[in-house]
């Protein structure tokens, strides 16, 4: 593949420690880029072996994106996706094991005869050539790849090696390094510390990687001084020392960056024209609507990973994006699944103003979920249902007004009589876990004259995907005529995508994911009205 030649390439890579935000800096810089006109997207390398993160358990690595193509990603694609609004794709992330699975599939096939297979340099060309994947169809001018983990660790070592032999093949001004690292504070020295960083640098260099740029995170701002010191002990100028300090939300890096030049920075080193001044209009406009609400609500999000606030990223942030457009602050409490009853349920959830049922997997938890669901369906609170969360509200709906008292999904219990969620047909012959799910974007019809059909405004809609059960169609005539209509049915298969109660103010459940496509600059409508539905709610109840 032949990458054409115009195209920029920006590596970001962290040091010091992890956690540092290495993706919310890369989204803010292609964020700035992008508002100067520039085509800019985003790739993440992953340094761990898992082919891609999809059979990690969201404890391990936090929500699992999925891409319109189908892809089961890291959930940074999401920043990525919430800043630039434009789509990712599979090609987007990463890993160490799709690597390594693709040099031992060419092996297997005969494409190394008679040679050694090595980490140099089948490995790391293999690298190369996916840094350059997105740049095959002219769509870009500037790739920002992102390498996950940080400097030092043995798995990065590969990607470091790619990244120092792709610069010194490429036009000096065709790359750009940019380096993420920590200032830690010294309460008792009373000041903020450059050694980490040196150190650092200095490991980046042993990799043969000078740093263009260094973007510095600080708790505090960085005086003149430090900013001289660090440039003269790291090698880089005075002015590619960027200071990065805690922002009250991750959507004011943008304009953090913009205030420490680091677009300008990055378009002097890769000689690129100063088109124009990023045009950052509507983001202002966003986060002037999301600092200054005019009333708060609170939503209960009833799940199994509350503890691990990443597990639901995109739900969270799906909730700033609708609650910025209602001008109004979003209380999300997340509630364990496991700790609700029948007989607490009452006590935890009485003063929501909305509850949404989160996705999942496995039976853990599951009875909480169905008990959640009943007390917004009796209450009449709004409700939303995602995925697992529109499934719980099938089976409660078939336990409790249909009386088919056990009712349940075949995921739950592969016994039950009355499997109201059954496996999809083409899952049922699947016997590998990794990536053999119903993944990404597939079409949906929506019925006129529905809730659904009100909250879209429209009858064709896209929406993304991942999960192997489904609603069973034998039962959909008693639920339509008990009350739940399905609203939005796959147009090919028939298969229900959202599920809604008549009899009940705003009760929606979604076997698709709609937090994946809700952006900072498009909300996504089914969250928007979710939460105006909210604010009815707690305008009648005073
Ligand atoms: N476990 C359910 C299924 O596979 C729901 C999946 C989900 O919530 N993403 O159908």
Known sequence: ????????????????????????????????????????????????????????????????????????????????????????????????????????????????????VQVVPHITDEIKRNFELLSSKDEYDIIITEIGGTVGDIESFPFLEAVRQFRWEKAPTDTLVIHLTLLPFLKAAGELKTKPTQHSVKMLSEAGIQPDILVCRSEHPIPTELRKKIALFCNVNVNSVIEATDAETIYDVPLLMKKEKLDERVLAKLKLAHKNEPDLDAWKNFLGKLKNPTRDVSITVVGKYVELPDAYKSIAEAFVHAGAENECKVKVKWISS?????????????????????????????????????????????????????????????????????????????????????????????????????????????????????????????????????????????????????????PDSGLVEIVELKDHPHFVGVQFHPELKSTALNPHPLFVKFVKAAIENSINKK
């Not at 195209?7 to 890579?13: A, C, G, N, S």
């Not at 949404?356 to 979920?369: I, M, N, Q, T, Y």
């Not at 719980?392 to 709906?397: D, K, P």
């Open 338 to 490: 496991e700790g609700i009853n029948e007989e607490n349920v009452e006590t935890i959830l009485k003063n929501s103003e909305g509850i949404l049922v989160a996705p999942g997997f496995g039976s853990r938890g599951l009875e909480g979920k169905i008990t959640a669901v009943r007390f917004a369906r009796e209450n009449k609170i709004p409700f939303f249902g995602i995925c697992l969360g529109m499934q719980c509200a099938v089976i409660e709906f078939g336990r409790n007004v249909l009386g088919l008292k056990d009712a349940n999904s075949l995921e739950i219990n592969p016994a039950t009589p009355n499997p109201v969620i059954d496996m999809m047909e083409s899952q049922k012959k699947v016997t590998m876990k990794g990536g053999t799910m119903r993944l990404g974007a597939y079409p949906c019809e929506i019925q006129k004259g529905t809730k659904a059909y009100s909250i879209y405004g429209k009858s064709k809609i896209s929406e993304r995907h991942r999960h192997r059960y489904e609603f069973n169609n034998k039962y959909l005539d008693r639920y339509v005529k008990a009350g739940m209509l399905a609203s939005g049915l796959n």
């Open 1 to 116: 593949m032949s990458a054409s030649s115009s195209v920029k390439y920006i590596f970001v890579t962290g040091g010091v420690s992890s956690s540092l935000g290495k993706g919310i800096v890369a989204a803010s810089l292609a964020k700035l880029l992008q508002a100067r006109g520039y085509r800019v997207t985003i790739q993440k390398f992953d340094p761990y072996l898992n082919v891609d993160p999809g059979t990690l358990n969201p404890y391990e690595h936090g929500e699992c994106y999925v891409t319109d193509d189908g892809a089961e990603t890291d959930l940074d694609l999401g920043h990525y996706e919430r800043f630039l609004n434009i789509p990712t794709s599979k090609s987007n992330n990463i890993t160490t094991g799709r690597i390594y699975y693709n040099v031992i599939t060419k092996e297997r096939e005969g494409a190394f005869l008679g040679k050694t």
